[in-house]
């Protein structure tokens, strides 16, 4: 099993003069303790506490984690479909793979938050439509991925020419990674178009898993190539006195047949919690 690093709250001591620096030295500790990969929150207000709190757009924060990192994958958990246009998505994720060697992955979502769009002026449709923009995203960045020009025609988005130069790094192309839980429509997606799924640690994790089992037998997928990743606690406490809870539920998940623990670590500015994380729990978590 392999852990990702999940950053969410940048409201870090001396404000936002140190908060460049101060990531850049999370990230690059992050990379060094051997986190598979960095996520953040495709945000724009703060949505845990006060929404007055920092909060950094995702992918202008991800070029710059790429320049501070080495080894580990970086997406977003996740990016509301809505957010940005599909073609200008696939363009920024790619930018993202090229830029950092290959690194980047598309983590995406039916977006959730109206007040925040709603805010900010940010297109904001009904469930239904967002879930069929969804899909008709996740078709076109996977065409521009590959190197497919030709017009797309959907009903949401018409597309006169696909063109995506130059295309990822990634082979066969930047993993897809969607987050959520949604039985009839998230995890039918994930089966149909996915490389990878993120559920929350839920006492229905097993049932959510159950139901992706049976949309990988009707899309023809094998289950197995699915990676399933999840949320996990990440505080290791001040002194390592709470490293043995964060081992009892990632060996559970791993049981489960999970392969990636993302979680945010409280604090994450004091990097002797990163510390303890690379001697006690990495160690530990890559032989479940």
Request: hydrophobic share 40%.
């Amino acid at each position: 099993m392999k852990l990702g690093l999940h950053i969410a709250d940048f409201t870090w001591p001396d404000g936002s003069a140190r908060l460049g620096p101060r990531l850049a030295e999370i990230t690059s500790a992050a990379d060094e303790a051997g986190f598979e990969r960095i996520s953040v929150m495709d945000h724009l207000w703060q949505i845990f506490g006060n929404p007055e709190a920092e909060m950094l757009e995702a992918y202008t924060a991800l070029g710059f984690i790429a320049a501070h990192t080495k080894q580990a994958k970086l997406l977003t958990l996740v990016t509301g479909v809505t957010y940005r246009d599909p073609g200008l998505l696939a363009k920024a994720v790619t930018t993202l793979d090229v830029l950092s060697g290959g690194r980047a992955m598309l983590g995406i979502g039916a977006a959730w938050n109206e007040e925040e769009s709603r805010g900010l002026g940010l297109f904001f449709p009904p469930t239904a439509e967002r879930f069929e923009r969804l899909e008709e995203t996740l078709q076109i960045c996977l065409r521009m991925f590959h190197g497919e020009e030709a017009a797309f025609e959907g009903r949401h988005y018409q597309l006169g020419r696909l063109l995506n130069h130059p295309l990822p790094l990634s082979k066969p192309h930047p993993p897809v990674l969607i987050g959520g839980g949604g039985e009839k429509k998230t995890l039918r997606f994930v089966a149909k178009y996915a490389d990878s799924c993120n559920l929350f640690d839920s006492p229905e994790i097993e049932h959510k898993l159950d139901v992706l089992r049976r949309h990988c037998e009707n899309e023809g997928r094998n289950y197995d190539d699915i990676e399933k990743t999840a949320l996990l606690q990440l505080d290791p406490g001040e002194k390592g006195e709470k490293v043995d809870e964060i081992l009892t539920a990632a060996q559970r998940l791993a049981g489960l047949g999970f392969t990636v623990g993302h979680g945010m670590i409280p604090g994450v500015w004091d990097l002797r919690k990163l510390e303890i994380i690379r001697d006690q729990v990495v160690p530990a978590v890559e032989k479940l």
